[in-house]
């Protein structure tokens, strides 16, 4: 088990991975945060969850639960660079789910609800999933006090 947490969190990865998990964790805990709390002009667990009923993903609640959990969590997990890896893996899925169920039909270009935004999400989520989460992180911590 420590092996394997160790694999999760170590990265060669410098600097320049902060600059990529600043902006995407807090775009992610932000679209959490619509999710689950309404916040930021959002629905709320029951208005995403009945939205996300009409379109197919049920049970509806459940599904604004665990896409709002996983957007929120792990857009926080990734600002502070804790467990980035699995994280990222997290909100990739998320991601191919938006794009493919919401997107995909609308076209690439955000003016018509299509996924060039997924996309960019997904691209960044996949590079942070590969490279770990970089030389400003808690993963660092948790790798040393795991040697």
């Known amino acids: 088990m420590k092996t394997l947490l160790k694999a999760m969190v170590a990265t060669k990865a410098g600097y320049s991975t902060l600059a990529l998990r600043i902006p995407i964790g807090i775009i992610f805990m932000a679209h959490?945060?619509?999710k689950l709390f309404g916040w930021f002009g959002g629905y709320g667990l029951e208005g995403t969850?009945?939205?996300?009923?009409?379109i197919g993903l049920a049970p509806g609640y459940l599904m604004a639960?665990?896409?709002?959990s996983g957007e929120f969590f792990g857009g926080l997990f990734i600002l502070v660079g804790l467990l980035t890896r699995p994280a990222a893996v997290v909100l990739s899925v998320t991601m191919v789910v938006a794009i493919f169920s919401v997107h995909f039909a609308n076209g690439l270009f955000m003016s018509n609800n299509g996924y060039e935004f997924g996309l960019a999400?997904?691209?960044?989520?996949?590079?942070?999933?590969?490279?770990?989460a970089g030389k400003v992180a808690i993963d660092n911590r948790l790798e040393k006090s795991l040697a």
């Not at 969850?49 to 009409?54: K, L, P, V």
């Not at 639960?65 to 709002?68: E, Q």
């Not at 691209?123 to 490279?131: F, M, P, Q, T």
């Open 32 to 34: 959490g945060a619509q």
């Open 49 to 54: 969850g009945g939205w996300m009923e009409s």
């Open 65 to 68: 639960l665990l896409a709002g």
């Open 121 to 132: 999400l997904l691209a960044a989520s996949v590079s942070l999933a590969i490279s770990g």
